[in-house]
């Protein structure tokens, strides 16, 4: 028995006509520190990524979306831009940026790039104007510039807290030296927010989307797109941000997050990006809650895809899946926009650490040597089930470099070695993201394991990811590896991006069970081997297992729907 399908996308009213490639892509997350490293100076960078990217063809995936690599101080990885148009040295140069471009639309995948328009680096010229010009000036209307409470100005404007941890406002001194006026960083204090209601904002935006469109790329990935507009008046919140709050209804909605007023910026950014050939994306890192909101960033004249967190965070729980996959589909279903899936990615814990804990564990934001550790074998198995899951879903998913080598994250990192402004502003209570940013293992015999041409990492590699490396998994069947191709070759020879999905009746509430068209995928999250239909011919299960008990636990398998 299998219930209705939960897509009909063809006659649905607000769904366009053609069949972009976005609307079933499975987009691969490069990030650049990380990735490959061509000179040997232990930070990834731009030519590095170009001579791999025969590895993102080998696996089967779509596109790739770079994390920034823009002229920027690095005070946090690259998200504290201070020239929107030119590449940091210490990833190359342009013309690095344009060779990548080429060679990957030679090589038939997509390049969708970041952009971060909620801050800058208070190293960016705009930034450096307005310290000079001083308070009242056209330049300091570019950002959150604010007198302070007190008698003299001592006290921050209002109680709003930066989401790395410290209060979110600084106080400047002026060009006399005394102290001055404060301004606004959700973020690092080196990541000024920008003022999105001053037009010069808009036009500079647009300006850097249509520069970076010139130069080829298929689209943006949106940072912080829920953050660029503030409550009118800046009204005091005292609590401690968190990205995935505010818009559940067991929260109220900080004034910093999902204000209505940042659809007018997407309806812009659409019309720009639609005066360009070839089906160009944009798709919003926007962490809102529940899918219904979501929904709000994807109608059909403003963005394009949204991340879909709210799927990130659920546990390895059939009913839970069950209700977050449906609520996602419907949701995005109802404005014709594609669903999109995703597990990690460079801000999160990876998926096979989260499921190396017991489900409903209070995770924190990364781990050290001191906190409780992972069971990697049951985390690693979850994962690929969890992946295999993913894979079978109609719509676009988003993969995060390393995961198809069943990485972990780094969880004995020592701390003097940690980056993550996350970890010093929050006086060193919360770890921060290090972990899951780690160079990746290419060669389990080489220096840095093949990360680059000399053992330099800017982050140490674990010993243990010698077996992880992409040369101990290539070829060698039933390897995670090998598994995340199959799954992608499936996925593709079976269209199941752009399928119809209907729950699939008769099993145990914890086996994930649906039809996507010809295919029948049953994920067993529970403890015990469950039946499988006789005569079972599995097409592809998640861990190398023997069927003929049933499908054990924690294993995900995709058979001919009969
Ligand atoms: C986004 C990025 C994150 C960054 C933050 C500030 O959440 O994904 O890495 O620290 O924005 O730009």
Redesign the pocket.
Known sequence: MTSEPLTKRADHPLTAPGHEWWRSAVIYQVYPRSFADSDGDGIGDLPGITARLPHLVELGVDALWLSPFYRSPQA??G??VSDYRAVDPVFGDLADADALVARAHELGLRVIVDI?P??TSDEHDWFQAALAAGPGSEQRARYLFRDGLGEHGELPPNRWRS?FGGPAWTRVAEADGSPGQWYLHL?DVK?PDLDWTNPQVHEEFVSVLRFWLDHGVDGFRI??AHGLVKAEGLPDWEHEPE?LEGTDSRFSRPPYWDQPGVHDIYREWHQVVAQYAGDRVLVA?AWVTPAARIADYVRPDELHQSFNFPYLVTAWEGPALREVITESLEAMGSVGAPATWVLS???VLRHVTRFGFEAGTALPNGIGLADSQPNHEVGLRRARAATMLMLALPGSCYLYQGEELGLPEHTTLPDDVRQDPTWARSSHEHRG?DGCRVPMPWAGDSPSFGFGPSHNAWLPQPSSWAGLALDAQRTVPGSTYETYRGALRLRREHRLGEGELSWVDGYPEQVVALRNDDVLVLANTGRTTVPLPDGAQPLLTSVPVDLSAGLPADVTVWLPAR
Request: aromatic letters at 12%; charged letters at 35%; zero cysteines.
């Open positions: 946090d990885a998200y504290d971060v909620n801050h989401v973020f990541q940072d912080v990205m890192e990615n460079h801000d993201r």
